[in-house]
């Protein structure tokens, strides 16, 4: 990895904190048209807030979605800022929108994209109502508060601000935020990538949820993750067959006595954990075979394995630790009607994880390795490649100088997430995605994304957006 300049060496955007509690800056551009203005980051955060409140009350809980409600209210946005902005229905009431900043072309268009619908909330649950986006106790509460709207309002802001600055851009900014995607991107993202490619043609970057300021319960960020790849989606259906009978007589190799002796050996095995003897041999495997960004990523973390006191701050963390190992949850189970009845079949499915690099073909071969028993049947529900973006790259480098920048020492670390996202869409169209989003967030406060009580705290949403704005401008304004 490398860091290409350093903070002192772009004096051509010189940012000044201006003394006192406020947080104003200046961004100057030398051989630009001396056409900037201050930046008052306070202003800009409550702004943000405010428009995150009012988005947070628009359901489009998927299903059904009713994303195009979220839609107008952004383009609204957009409009009363002078961007224009296209809304593109993908199905009833779903839509997409689309706005572009323009730039002078010299450099490749950012995208920042995000996804407009959530996942469901039972307000019953809930301590306060789940679309009522108000503050509470210095939090904004509600679905989709970490899971996207409030990064998507983030996006939003950092590219208004940047269009009332009036400076002048070396790329475009495109906004685009989509429908469906906690439930596939058919309508939303996979839409937009296949009807309208010509739209990104020219887009070099991507911006999109994923990873984040990986944060301890005490508070301190531990790495920014910028996640370049994410695991593969395998889910595996096994099914045993044999003869179904009286359940007064039982039967040896039925098919339930069989499913659940070589379910047995799987749960023994899976899910893994990083101090499992195969984990280290699997990623060296990888960075042995395979290309750049997977071969230098993978060799970083096989070096990092070696110390101790690394693995010991993962391996009793599930989210940290899936991202380095791969894993297979038994999630359902199907046999039987009756308690005295042996069925003739018994099926069980299987949702595995696979580290980027991996082959589907290979991993069900170790799978039925491990179940030893050819008689049952292995299929293959669904297999989703996520793809892996160059590491190496000016955004990137970006990333690292706003990082030392506002957490001097955390370092800046390439990471494979557990879960999937709609970058992969993007990456066919052979755009470099990112899946971060500037905020620290706690493990406890990630428990609430797809779960209950979702919510940001005002001050972690307030330097996100600062950190996103100084990374979007270092990225995209003329020097
Ligand atoms: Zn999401």
């Known amino acids: 990895m490398r860091v290409r300049g350093s903070i002192l060496s772009t004096l051509m ?25 201050a930046v008052d980051f306070d202003k800009a955060a409550q702004e943000a807030t405010k428009m995150l409140c009012e988005y947070l009350k628009i359901d489009t809980t998927v299903p059904p979605g009713n994303e195009k409600l979220g839609a107008e209210y952004l383009a609204s946005v957009l409009k009363q800022n002078g961007i224009e902005a296209q809304l593109f229905e993908t199905a009833p ?22 996804h407009i619908d959530v996942v ?56 685009l935020g989509t429908p469906d995607e906690e439930v596939g991107g058919d309508y939303g993202a996979r839409w937009f990538t296949e009807k309208h490619p010509e739209l990104l043609k020219d887009a070099e970057f991507l911006f999109n949820e994923g990873s984040h300021i990986i944060t301890g319960s005490d508070g301190k960020p531990k790495f920014w993750g910028v996640n370049f790849s994410e695991k593969n989606v395998l889910w595996l259906k ?27 050996k799987l749960v023994a095995v899976y899910p893994m954990t990083v101090r499992s ?8 495997k990888i960075s042995d075979s395979k290309p750049e960004p997977l071969k230098g990523y993978y060799s970083q973390v096989v070096e990092d394995m070696k110390n101790n006191d690394y693995v010991a701050g993962i391996e009793n963390d599930r989210m940290l630790s899936s991202m380095l190992v791969n894993t297979a949850s038994l999630t359902v189970l199907k046999a039987g009607y009756k308690t005295n009845v042996i ?7 299987i949702d595995c994880r696979l580290l980027p690099g991996v082959e589907k073909d290979e991993f069900i071969a170790h799978v039925q390795k491990i179940i030893a028993d050819p008689t049952i049947k292995t299929s293959v529900l669904e297999w989703n490649v996520a793809g892996a973006s160059d590491i190496q790259t000016d955004l990137m480098s970006s990333i690292k100088k706003v990082a030392a920048e506002e957490s001097p020492g955390t370092p800046v670390r390439p990471v494979v997430v557990p879960w999937f996202t709609d970058s992969h869409w ?18 406890e406060l990630l428990a609430s994304m797809h779960g209950i009580d979702e919510r940001i705290p005002v001050n972690v949403y307030s330097s996100g957006l600062r950190r996103f704005y100084k990374i979007l401008a270092d990225v995209a304004v003329a020097k």
């Open 120 to 175: 469901p909330a039972v307000a019953a649950d809930w301590k306060h109502p789940p679309f009522s986006g108000e503050i509470f106790d210095n939090e904004i509460w509600g679905r989709g508060a970490l899971d996207m709207k409030g990064f998507g309002i983030v996006e939003l802001e950092a590219m208004l601000m940047l269009k009332r600055q009036g400076v002048k851009l070396d790329r475009d900014i495109i906004f």
């Open 93 to 114: 009431n779903r839509s997409c929108v689309y706005a572009r900043l323009k730039g002078s072309g010299k450099k490749k268009a950012v995208v920042l994209l995000n």
């Open 343 to 349: 069925p003739g079949e018994a099926s069980a499915e």
């Open 13 to 37: 955007m010189a940012v000044i904190f201006a003394a006192g509690a406020s947080a104003a800056v200046h961004v100057q551009h030398l051989g630009s048209p001396a056409k900037s203005s």
């Open 426 to 443: 993007f990456r066919k169209l052979n755009i470099t995605c990112y899946g971060f989003e500037p905020f620290e967030i706690k493990p």
């Open 238 to 264: 096994l099914t045993a067959n044999g003869q179904a009978g009286h359940a007064s007589m039982p039967i040896r190799d039925s098919a339930t006595n069989r499913l659940a002796r070589a379910l047995e």
């Open 277 to 284: 003897p195969q984990v280290v041999p699997d990623l060296k």
